[in-house]
């Protein structure tokens, strides 16, 4: 791996291009920089994400900054990556709100309580 990983935008894409996967899996189309985007980004990592402008598939990638160590992944996903990153910044889900959850949606008789449990 030749390029450094930097912290802009463009570094990471970069990388990414050069040192990750210059083209889609998929179909062999080439990436371009406006099919990267940025999920994720702490100072030890960042998770890119790179969707085909021809076959509209998409690849995650886990970059570990310091080692510049990678594994790309094939990701079926339904939702653009400016909806991904706020979940990722609220952290995991614990058991007890999994439980807490269940017991909610267990008492649910009908559509409009379910509605309103879902718009609160």
Known sequence: MDT????SIESLRTFFVENVSK???????AYKPDNIDIVSESNA???????????????MAHVIKPL????????????A???????YLLGPISS????????KLAKIKTREEFLKL???
């Open 81 to 87: 990556h400016t909806l991904l990153h706020p979940y």
């Open 23 to 29: 083209f889609c899996d998929k179909c062999g189309t």
């Open 118 to 120: 879902t718009t609160n």
């Open 45 to 59: 990592s960042v998770i890119i994400q790179a969707q085909c402008d021809n076959c509209k598939g998409i690849y």
């Open 96 to 103: 007890d709100e999994l439980l807490a959850l269940r017991k």
């Open 4 to 7: 450094p990983i930097g912290n």
């Open 68 to 79: 510049q160590m990678t594994k790309k992944i094939p990701i079926r996903l339904d939702i």
